[in-house]
């Protein structure tokens, strides 16, 4: 079974400066999906951006960008030029390519960002 | 385009008793996902729909969980009789993937939060 481990309960950053959350897996598969989905306090998760595992390329997506590292396991999510809107929990998900359960999200506990004028 | 909706948004009823979970996804989105995030733990898949079908629901805690897609539209998830330790957010999320891409986005609902005293 795959897990996926986010070792920051919380981050603060002040706003327009860069932090980056960290997220480690576990999996045994070759091909799989990444994901950094953020939840803002009116709790509707919307997905912040997507890795494809086959692609070396680190995935961008405006101010953020992902630091994937297949064989470390290892998918961190750099925001930069923070603002008072990534205020948030994130959370880091892992998802097979196939097999019966293709369509599971599996998540990370969150990390609660708090972002400081 | 109206996004995922779930009903009833809170829900707080007594152990013993029976509660029925709605969620409709987006318009034309034929995979439908449940999860649910009990206090202080991760988020944890569920089951997955695929039109009517189940296609995994390997996520289900035990037989006292009911989940049904009718006619590949709105979906229900009934738990009876509940218990206290199914207190928690539930969470409904739809994607639109069809064939072998298994990398979509999956939209999620607001949750519903069911508190079991």
């Known amino acids: 079974a795959q897990t996926v481990t986010q070792s920051q309960p919380e981050m603060s950053v002040q706003e327009a400066e860069t932090v980056t959350l960290s997220c480690t897996y576990d999996?045994?598969?070759?091909?799989?999906?990444l994901f950094w989905y953020k939840q803002p306090p009116s709790r509707q998760m919307i997905l912040v951006i997507r890795?494809?595992?086959?692609?070396?390329q680190n995935a961008t997506e405006n101010r953020f960008s992902v630091n994937f590292q297949k064989a470390a396991k290892s998918f961190s999510l750099k925001i930069s030029d923070s603002q008072l809107g990534d205020a948030a929990m994130y959370f880091c998900?892992?998802?097979?390519?196939?097999?019966?359960?293709?369509?599971?999200?599996?998540f990370g506990q969150g990390t609660i960002l708090t972002v400081h004028p | 385009e109206a996004g995922v909706t779930q009903f009833p948004s809170h829900s707080v009823i007594e152990k013993g008793q029976t509660v029925t979970l709605r969620c409709d996804p987006i318009?034309?989105?034929?995979?439908l996902y449940w999860y649910r995030r009990v206090m202080g733990k991760e988020i944890k898949f569920l089951l997955h729909?695929?039109?009517?079908?189940?296609?995994?629901e390997s996520g289900m805690p035990n037989n006292r969980f009911l989940a049904e897609r009718t006619g590949g539209t709105y979906s229900t998830l009934k738990v009876q009789p509940a218990e206290l330790e199914d207190s928690g957010v539930y969470f409904c999320?739809?994607?639109?993937?069809?064939?072998?891409?298994?990398?979509?986005?999956?939209?999620f609902g607001p949750g519903t939060r069911l508190t079991v005293t």
């Open positions: 999320a739809s994607s639109q993937e069809r064939g072998q891409w298994r990398g979509g986005e999956q939209y």
């Open positions: 999996t045994s598969e070759s091909d799989y999906y």
């Open positions: 890795q494809e595992a086959y692609k070396q």
């Open positions: 998900a892992y998802r097979s390519a196939g097999g019966t359960s293709y369509g599971k999200l599996t």
């Open positions: 318009s034309g989105h034929d995979n």
């Open positions: 729909f695929v039109k009517e079908s189940k296609q995994d």
